[in-house]
């Protein structure tokens, strides 16, 4: 059963763009991708969109329809009325490419920031011992697929260019949670490291991120808060910020750069 | 105005591919000392290994502690159906272990034993459980713990040269469209930049592929937009040869409705807790699909079956567990004898065999895969399944031990690869595959470019011209006198579908090879506009030269291969034929097309075959093998 729907698509790029508007066949049972592929393959084949597994499991397609954030591959056709268009927009926080495609490219330069996991010295592979309870705090983060909506639904960055300089974002605070909750990861710095080199302090919890979450990863609850709270404690505790001044500065600045 | 300015890049070792394979090789190669480039058709972090479910295989004896490298490679010949290159699975068998406790010095988090050890669990075709797994997205865990390794490296690097990128650099979104020869070795590699269709020429001795599979080239499937033979065309235009392009595994069990998502995978673990496959008459028709040789291992009857579940001790397995080939063929035979579903499917049911609550914690993704995706509440009512294309054992030739094909510095590993699994993969043997033979393409890339020293291939002007000449010849203002890419494409597809698909016969390949000589003419002809700047029209017009060179390529082997063995089933060939597993089929680039020649298969050890039992060795082997075998055994006495 097909029926034809109004669609309107930004096409446009760096220089600048504009919705156009497309009258398009839709199959029951499809997503919003289906509808831009047709789109490709009918009428503009060289409209640009990011893909790749078209279940949801990679996190590319990310764009906003209807204003609202979410993967094209999961966005389903039938949740929208009959007679209503549906507007595909590009992820407004990164810098338009082309049409439904924006540079990502800040989020891989926060992951670089990060000190990466730092194995024990005194365990050899093969040797490493951890209870599943222990690794699940961890494994939740590591759920993440890397669509960048949490990024891209942050007030702290999404209208916000002049915060990304000191601003990591939710996608990097669980990277952090998750190095932290690690059962065998060697550093012990990792809350201090969020707080003064990826800027958690500007995170006033309102929780969007958590709600755009495809994985549905309780990024405020789970990674952020706990996050926060640690930095707390150890910040004000003399004796541990007094082992920080004299053994790990160092350490804490080659992480950091 | 086109801009032909070209931007030049130089390095020891260019990888090509970001899945598993490549991001390995990659990190093997620059833990040597080179330096590397990795090549990235996606984002970072994006390739198609996410999509992985299971687990890797690996016989490290966490749950089971018989399991060893013997046994597991055991397991992988008889999945191939002894096709398999003997060393490649030797290897493999040997070092998976190894490779998946080094991931966790990259900071892995595999679920766990209670003894704190990495978790294994059963797989089809594996004696004992042997899958480290994180869940149901093992593959994800793997691709990222690859990525943070790569991120790690880099971060030294940066402390050391005050460049991330000193050593190690990933060229997101960027393809490869030709390899660059200098008198028959590497020189380089030519691509664009998809963000702005800027020409790219890395200029290395050594290049590894690893580009995964063919699958786009086919309707329905569960492979990815980048699943487009890139690695196996690159490597044939190259002067390489391809091994057991005829084999191809589909999956059993693919969504079939709705369209959207037709071919996306139902893990095999729906039917390892007990789902069972109906027909639209509700019969369940495995019962009437079980081999003669499988005969003793499987039960007759439902009750028997249903039994299992619970007393496997006692009770045979069901018909549902059936290796992957088998079940895929009866799902097939089912649909095309008019019992299929509305969708041509069949049925997969757990919901009249687990309670509710019982299916949502042993299968939730796919419970939420099918609510998500299909509106179908897998705890109501049954899933509609059918075939997809998963996977293709056939790739490139290379020596086990290094990786490397028949043209000097050029590498393979991975899915691009050939031999390791024979005619048919087991389920886990994908991913230890990639880690296993990742590493050795890297570190023998690496010795590579030692071994050249200063005596470095140069890439030719001709050469890069040429490259250049190609890769615009789609691209017009106005493109609407020529065909269509999408087009092209949709028929491609549906033509490999339908007569190169899971069942074979002489006049319908012979009828796709007429086919895909015709898509090799209107591909001339394709035309797109709209300019270099992230055009996936131009993308694909470029991809389409490698889907018919790797289609041709299934095509024709497929045709020659006059039996049914693993992934390749001929109607009009139906039995395995001993005397064909002596003969590998060899694809090389020839006349803008494939040529096809018989290469025999490299011969096993007396030690390895004697893993095997003499009774089972009878059911593969000619009698002139099984002679030899038996008088290599006495001569084995005689040492004693």
Known sequence: MSTTRHFRVWRGDDEGGQLTDYDVEVNEGEVVLDIIHRLQATQAPELAVRWNCKAGKCGSCSAEINGKPGLLCMTRMNTFGEDQTVTVTPVRTFPVIKDLVTDVSFNYEKAREIPAFTPPADLKPGEYRMQQVDVERS??????????????????????????????????????????MHPLDARDDRKEFAKEEQGLGFCN????????????????????????????????????????????????????? | MVDNNITRHSFDVVVIGA??????????????????????????????????????????????????????????????????????????????????WELETYGALFDRTKDGKISQRNFGGHEYPRLAHVGDRTGLELIRTLQQKIVSLQQDDFREFGDYDARLAVFAETTITELILDDGKIAGAFGYRREDGEFLLFEAPAVILATGGVGKSFKVTSNSWEYTGDGHALAMRAGANLVNMEFLQFHPTGMVWPLSVKGLLVTESVRGDGGVLRNSEGKRFMFDYIPEVFKAQYATTEEEGDRWYTDPDNNKRPPELLPRDEVARAINSEV????????????????????????????????????????????????????????????VEVDPDSAESAVPGLFAAGEVSGGMHGSNRLGGNSLSDLLVFGKRAGEYAALHVDRLA???PVVSQEALDAAV??????????????????????????????????????????????????????????????????????????????????????????????????????????????????????????????????????????????LFER????????????AAFDSNGSKDGDKE
């Open chain 1, 205 to 257: 919890i309102t929780k969007c991120c958590t709600e755009v979450c495809p994985e549905h990863i309780k990024i405020t609850d789970n990674a952020i808060i706990p996050m926060k709270e640690r930095v707390v404690d150890r910040k004000y505790d003399p004796l541990t910020w007094l082992g920080r001044k004299i053994f790990r500065r160092d350490q804490l600045e080659s992480g950091a750069k």
């Open chain 2, 19 to 100: 899945g598993g394979a490549g991001l390995r090789a990659a990190i093997e190669a620059r833990l040597a000392g080179k330096k590397t480039a990795i090549i990235s058709k996606s984002l970072f972090g994006k390739a198609h290994t996410v999509m992985a479910e299971g687990g890797a295989a690996a016989a490290m004896g966490n749950v089971n502690s018989n399991d060893n490298w013997q046994v597991h490679y055991r397991d992988t010949i008889r999945g191939g159906k002894f096709l398999n290159n003997y060393r490649m699975a030797e290897l493999h068998a040997k070092e998976a272990p190894d490779r998946i």
């Open chain 2, 454 to 456: 200063d005596a470095r």
């Open chain 2, 336 to 395: 095309k004898a008019g019992r299929g579903t509305e969708h041509g499917g069949v049925f997969l049911d757990v919901s009249t065999r687990m309670k509710p609550e019982e299916i949502i914690k042993r299968l939730p993704s796919m419970h939420h895969q099918f609510k998500e995706l299909a509106d179908v509440d897998i705890t109501k009512v049954p899933m509609e399944v059918g075939p997809t294309c998963h996977y293709v054992m056939g790739g």
């Open chain 1, 139 to 180: 494994q939740e983060f590591r759920k993440c697929i890397e669509c960048f909506m949490c990024q891209n639904v942050c007030h702290v960055i999404r209208d916000h260019e002049e915060n990304k300089e000191a601003f990591a974002g939710p996608r990097l605070f669980i990277r952090a949670a998750e190095l932290d």
């Open chain 2, 615 to 626: 009774s089972e060795l009878a059911k593969y082997l000619t009698d002139e093998e099984i």
């Open chain 2, 469 to 610: 000449a190609k890769a615009l010849a789609p691209l017009v203002d106005d493109p609407s006198d020529g065909e269509n890419p999408y087009t092209v494409q949709y028929e491609l597809q549906d033509i490999m579908h339908s007569l190169v698909g899971i069942i074979r016969r002489a006049e319908e390949l012979e009828d796709a090879l007429v086919k895909i000589a015709e898509f090799k003419k209107r591909l001339a002809n394709v035309r797109v506009g709209g300019g270099r700047k992230y055009n996936p029209g131009w993308h694909l017009a470029i991809d389409l030269h490698n889907m018919l060179l790797c289609s041709e390529a299934v095509a024709k082997a497929a045709l020659e291969r006059t039996e049914s063995r693993g992934g390749h089933t001929r109607d009009d060939h139906g039995k395995m034929d001993p005397s064909w597993r002596k003969v590998n089929l060899v694809c090389s680039y020839a006349d803008n097309g494939v040529a096809l020649r018989r290469q025999p298969v490299p011969t096993m050890p007396h030690e390895l075959l004697s």
